[in-house]
């Protein structure tokens, strides 16, 4: 079983930034991809960023410029880094990853964005 604690939610007023940060731990083989989604209240959850074992990366449109994903291979670890937060950037940041074709996800995280 793979386990996966996000870290680094919290409040921040529009125009600031906020870093999540992921560990995972377990019976980890080889992690292939590690992203982030992110669900708002009443919406459905939709992919924010993800980042493949050789570095790749993909966003989602609306963050694209805003928001950077990163990873530590050696610690099992993903970031997201989050600069210029708008308010319809509130919702709970879930991270998630591949290993050995099954889906692992965090409890996930609270990002709230006041304008």
């Known amino acids: 079983q793979v386990q996966l604690v996000e870290s680094g939610g919290g409040l921040v007023q529009a125009g600031g930034s906020l870093r999540l940060s992921c560990v995972a731990s377990?019976?980890?083989?080889?992690?292939?991809?590690m992203g982030w989604h992110r669900q708002a209240p009443g919406k459905q959850r939709e992919l924010v960023a993800v980042i493949s074992s050789s570095g790749s990366t993909n966003y989602a449109d609306s963050v694209k410029g805003r928001f950077t994903i990163s990873r530590d291979n050696a610690k099992n670890t993903v970031y997201l880094q989050m600069n210029s937060l708008k308010p319809e950037d509130t919702a709970v940041y879930y991270c998630?990853?591949?290993?050995?074709?099954?889906?692992?996800w965090g409890k996930g995280t609270l990002v709230t964005v006041s304008s």
């Open positions: 998630g990853l591949s290993d050995r074709g099954i889906i692992y």
């Open positions: 377990g019976s980890i083989f080889r992690i292939n991809d």
